[in-house]
């Protein structure tokens, strides 16, 4: 009987241990299909709540997007100050002038510009063909520093919205305008014309002085910005005829000559200034083609056989001289 009952029980025990095995496994399957189901029919939960739950996990076991290469950096273009590109005028097309052309019956025709003359024609009906070439010739046709070519030449003639100078420009010489301590300088030749000018002004019982000459291109930019970078009225750094050294401003018994009004100094230097190489540079005719307000005051040095020469044929701006000679160098020396 006894045994019998340990039988049993043994049974019992067995049978309790294989029920817990079945069940252990059927609850193992169901959570198997669950999470199978829930891959298909539950939705994934947005990215804020899906952040939300590893509020609390260390960075270490958050999960992280695989590491993508490093992207490839674009070259970096040094800024470099605005600087006009010195390059030689793109060709024309083919289009020259037809033999009974009005344009080519001057000694300063450029057969080059053919296409040109007639366009500026076409937009300036009024103009005289001989007008329309030395305008063309002198860049006119197109806006104040629109296309702005480098002059090399270590004593440059013209310099002006379309003609600047080469960065670190100097002037071959120079030596001070009055005694020698004086801070004003200039070429030498331009402070010999001066002083010339000045002993025939004294013996007329008038009296001239310098203000301003050569400038540095630094000097030229303070003076560029104080002015709020208007054109016309400063010159931009190498535009400016004052760093050539050939460039005076004078004054007169009440301030900037006539910057007040004509007076008689001012006038006696407008009416004499060519004999002695110098020109009036800035005239109020001239405005539309210096591309400054008018000076007075302000006298540049050009030598004598062309100061003569604009003042013999009535030319007022050196533009003007240097459009009708072409063959002429824009090296003053």
Known sequence: MCSKNIYISRRVKASAFLSSIVATI????????????????LERPSAQEESALYVFLP????PHAPEAPPPQQEQQTQLLPIEPIDLPPIPPPPMP????SPFNAFS???PENAYLYEYFQSNNPGLT???VVWKVNAHLHLPFYYYIRVNHNPNPLLVNPFYRLPPGFSPHSLVPV???DCFLRATPETVAAFHALRATARQHGLD??????FRTAERQAVLFSARNYVDGVVARPYHSEHQTGRALDLWGPGGLLDARGPSPTGLWVAANAHYYGFIIRYRAETTHITGFIYEPWHITYVGMDISMTMHDNNILSLEEFVARHPEATLNRG
Request: proline share 8%; charged share 10%; hydrophobic share 50%.
């Open 97 to 100: 002038s037809p033999p009974d």
């Open 59 to 62: 960075y270490e076991y958050l």
């Open 26 to 41: 059927l609850i193992t399957v169901a959570i198997a299909c669950i999470a199978i189901v829930s891959l298909f029919v």
């Open 178 to 180: 009055n005694s020698p």
């Open 108 to 110: 300063f025709y450029i």
């Open 129 to 131: 063909a001989e007008t």
């Open 208 to 213: 001239l002085s310098v203000t301003s000459a």
